[in-house]
C-alpha cells in the first residue's frame, strides 16, 4: 500500500470554488479508484488542500490516473486558482494503520518532520517503544515515510475532536514522561532536521472527516 498525498496552494478567497468544482467532477474519478480524505487548511499554512489517495503500487497509480485523465473530466477545472502543486509518495511504517473513513475529527494535526538522512530506522524504533502510552490517550491514523518527493519524511496524523482536546492530550503526554519519543539509552540518537505542523478540516465530500 502507497498513498498520493497532494498538496495544493491556492489564491486567497478561491477555496469555495475549488470545493464546488471538485463536488462536480469526483464522482467520474471515483468509479476508478477511492480518496481517502480531502482536507484544507484552518491553521498553518493557508490556502492550502491537502489530497491523499491509496493505492497498491506505482503501476496501479499510473494506470489508474491515465484512466481518469482519458475521460475528459479530471482532473477538475481549477488550475486557475493554483498557484504550487506537490505530489509526494509516501510507504506506512509496519502497523500504520489505513487510514479509515468516517467521522474521527473534525480536526487533524498533520505533522511533517525531516529526518537526518539515514535515521528513518533509529526513529521508527524510538517511536515503536513510545506509542503504545501515547495512544492510550488519543488515536492516530498515520504514520508515514515518503518514498518520492520530498525526501527523509515522516509524517504522523492525529485526529481530535476539539482544540482543546489536543491541547489536553499534548499536556498528558508530555506529563507522562515518555513523549514525545527519545532513542532509548544505549542507541544511535537521530536527528530532526525540521519540523512543520498543519491543523486541517475536512471538505464535505472527504470520506474521512
Known amino acids: 500500500m502507497i498513498y ?33 480524505a480531502f482536507w484544507y487548511t484552518e491553521i498553518g499554512p493557508l490556502n492550502q488542500i491537502v489530497h491523499i489517495w491509496p493505492y497498491k503500487d ?9 484512466a481518469a485523465v482519458a475521460t475528459g473530466k479530471w482532473p477538475p477545472a481549477t488550475g486557475e486558482f493554483i498557484l504550487n502543486m506537490q505530489s509526494d509518495i509516501f510507504i506506512p511504517w509496519e502497523g500504520s494503520p489505513l487510514l479509515p473513513a ?7 494535526e498533520m505533522r511533517t518532520y525531516t529526518i537526518a538522512p539515514g535515521d528513518q530506522g533509529r526513529v521508527q ?47 498528558q503526554a508530555i506529563a507522562g514522561g515518555t513523549w514525545p519519543p527519545s ?9 530532526t ?12 465530500f472527504s470520506p474521512l472527516r
Open 125 to 171: 524504533k524510538a517511536w515503536a517503544a513510545a506509542l503504545p502510552a501515547r495512544l492510550k490517550l488519543s488515536p492516530v491514523i498515520a504514520t508515514w515515510y515518503s518514498e518520492l518527493g520530498r525526501l527523509n519524511k515522516f509524517v504522523h496524523i492525529w485526529p481530535y475532536k476539539t482544540l482543546d482536546q489536543r491541547m489536553e492530550v499534548r499536556k
Open 183 to 191: 532513542p532509548a539509552p544505549g542507541d544511535t540518537p537521530y536527528t
Open 4 to 36: 498520493e498525498m497532494r498538496t495544493y496552494d491556492l489564491k486567497p478567497r478561491t477555496l469555495p470554488e475549488v470545493l464546488k468544482r471538485w463536488t462536480d467532477a469526483l464522482p467520474k474519478r471515483l468509479e476508478l479508484s477511492p480518496l481517502a
Open 58 to 66: 506505482l503501476e496501479e497509480r499510473k494506470r489508474i490516473r491515465a
Open 193 to 204: 532536521v525540521n519540523q512543520e505542523n498543519k491543523i486541517l478540516l475536512a471538505a464535505p
Open 102 to 108: 468516517g467521522d474521527v475529527g473534525p480536526y487533524f
